[in-house]
């Protein structure tokens, strides 16, 4: 298994950073009282795996489609492992949490997809992001506020 570190290049006396995230390792954890699942993004099968083992039924992918670029991760590839371990239910909401316009409007969506997972499907769900730190929480607690009453 590969770590998932930055990387930083000088070229002709510019700097440009790779972004491979402020996690080195994939993570999850369960929402207590709920089937929600939150944490960083599944790059690898392994990954995914581990996902199906909790009894995971379904994935709320927040990334850009950027954010999945600069990862080298391809939401077909990770659709194809999804369905291998029989998480069948893959919803991909790009959330852009770099600008603030829209992004209340988007949170509020994502909750919808999510209380729509959760609760017309039946699903496990596991929401995430990038690290898992930001945009999947705030989805999760926009969810759990509007739908739950927390």
């Known amino acids: 298994r590969q770590r ?6 000088a070229v002709n006396g510019l700097i440009d950073k790779c972004d491979g995230n402020i996690l080195s390792d994939f993570y999850f954890e369960k929402i207590p009282g ?14 995914i795996q581990r996902l199906s083992e909790a009894g995971i039924s379904a994935v709320l992918n927040l990334q850009t489609n950027q954010d999945q670029m600069q990862r080298g991760v391809t939401i077909d590839r990770m659709i194809t492992y ?3 371990h029989g998480i069948n239910s893959v ?11 829209g992004y209340s409007e ?8 999510l209380d729509d997972m959760l609760n017309k499907r039946g699903n496990k769900v596991f929401v995430h ?3 898992g ?14 739908y739950l009453r927390h």
């Open 34 to 47: 709920t089937n929600i699942y939150i944490g960083s993004y599944p790059l690898y099968e392994f990954d």
């Open 82 to 84: 999804y369905r291998q």
């Open 133 to 146: 730190l930001s945009r999947s929480p705030a989805v999760v607690i926009s969810y759990l506020c509007l």
């Open 129 to 131: 992001c990038s690290s």
């Open 106 to 113: 988007q949170l509020f969506e994502g909750a919808q997809h």
């Open 91 to 101: 919803i991909h909401f790009p959330v852009n949490d770099n600008h603030e316009e």
């Open 4 to 9: 998932n570190t930055d990387r930083v290049f």
